[in-house]
């Protein structure tokens, strides 16, 4: 019976353009004892609002930028009419492509019981140097760098920028490392108190709707901009960025140092151009702890 309302929210919601009902509302059956399956519900996070679509479903203005939910209709002039409206559109219209490199910090002491102690490691040193030379090598005009405030990405960033003279450093605690979303499916070896999930969530999600969208209507040039922060936060920015479940943020592995490359079109379409990557670097240099 549970299981027939659940389909049954989810069939109005999708009716009514609303994907937060199949977020929100799912019958999982669990067996009892006489053999028959006791349905719950699973609860989005209350942060997650309704910005995740229906399966399959690209939401074109996941990042509340397309122009015509920007234009107030109700203001619209009805002489002018269709003319007035399209000029209206043109000036919320982003003309230019973010470009967005999410770099891992590299390898550190992991075994330090303070956070400002878990400074980067001989190897973790070498690692930002590579993946400073390889940002550098791609003669591209990066706008800024903007980087997690914990100590292990502010001497990832301190090696980086070294290679990239001029660019400008943000700090941010925004992007600091936590908990994004419980996994799905659970890992048995990290299993962070709800608590955790309640804070870090809404901050990397923060995270995300401020840093990952589309370029601003008075942007004319295409920006590259470089993020230097953590795995998880990466992973779950990943996700997001493309529309797939956040939940499965975890099924997704990240070098020490490693180049993960967004690219976000003025029409809001994101691709994934490189994931995790560290061909740059010799094996002998690569890690993930």
């Known amino acids: 019976m549970a299981f027939r309302q659940a389909l049954q929210l989810a069939a109005c ?117 590579l993946t400073g030379l390889r940002l550098a090598s791609l003669g591209l005009k990066f706008n800024k760098i903007v980087h997690s405030s914990m100590t292990r990405a502010i001497e990832t960033t301190d090696i980086i920028s070294k290679h990239l003279p001029g660019v400008s450093k943000v700090s941010t605690d925004l992007l600091r490392e936590g908990a994004p979303i419980e996994p799905d499916p659970p890992v048995s070896h990290w299993k962070p108190e709800a608590v955790q999930y309640y804070e870090d969530g809404a901050r990397i999600e923060a995270a995300f709707r401020n840093y990952i969208h589309r370029a601003d209507a008075k942007q004319q040039e295409d920006s590259y901009e470089i993020f230097i922060c953590h795995a998880n936060v990466i992973r779950y920015i990943v996700c997001r960025a493309l529309q797939f479940p956040p939940e499965g943020w975890l099924r997704l592995s990240l070098n020490n140092g490693s180049i993960t490359h967004l690219v976000v079109r003025p029409d809001g379409r994101v691709a994934l151009r490189a994931l995790g990557d560290t061909g740059f670097m010799p094996p002998d240099k690569i890690s993930r702890s």
Do not use: C, M
């Not at 992991?110 to 400002?116: I, M, W």
């Open 13 to 129: 919601g999708l009716a009514g353009g609303s994907a937060a009902v199949l977020f929100s509302a799912v019958a999982v059956g669990k067996p009892r004892a006489g053999g028959d399956a006791e349905s719950r519900v699973v609860e989005a996070p209350a942060w997650a609002g309704s910005a995740r679509p229906g399966p399959g479903v690209w939401d074109s203005n996941w990042d509340r930028r397309e122009p015509l939910s920007l234009v107030n209709l109700r203001k619209r002039n009805l002489e002018s009419g269709e003319e007035e409206l399209a000029s209206r559109l043109d000036h919320y219209k982003a003309k230019a492509t973010r470009h967005i490199f999410l770099i891992r910090h590299s390898q550190y002491h992991v075994d330090a019981s303070q956070e400002k102690d878990r400074t980067l490691t001989p190897l973790g040193r070498e690692q930002a140097e």
